[in-house]
């Protein structure tokens, strides 16, 4: 991305950090108005998640509410756009 962009770049693997860790991480850099982008492993789990193997997917968006009306429970949502999905 730095050599596309010329903008400062940094790499995170989900599994060596916290998944709310991850989400503040991403939501600053979508306020802070950056590129974010992820890609999916080899993992036949992945497809049970409508997402395809090996591929990279744009951030777009995360939204955090509640899941219910006491507000105790969290929901944290990311939205993916696939560059190469047709309209």
Known sequence: IYVISGFPT?????????????FLKINNAITSS??????????E???NKGLVINH???????????KNSN?????????????WESL
């Open 10 to 22: 940094e790499t995170y693997f989900i599994d060596e950090i916290d998944p709310l860790e991850t």
């Open 34 to 43: 950056s590129l974010v982008c992820t890609s999916t492993i080899s993992d």
């Open 45 to 47: 789990s992945i497809r």
């Open 56 to 66: 990279s997917y744009t951030v777009i968006n995360v939204v955090e509410d509640y």
């Open 71 to 83: 507000n105790m429970e969290h929901i944290r949502l990311i939205k993916l756009r696939n560059p």
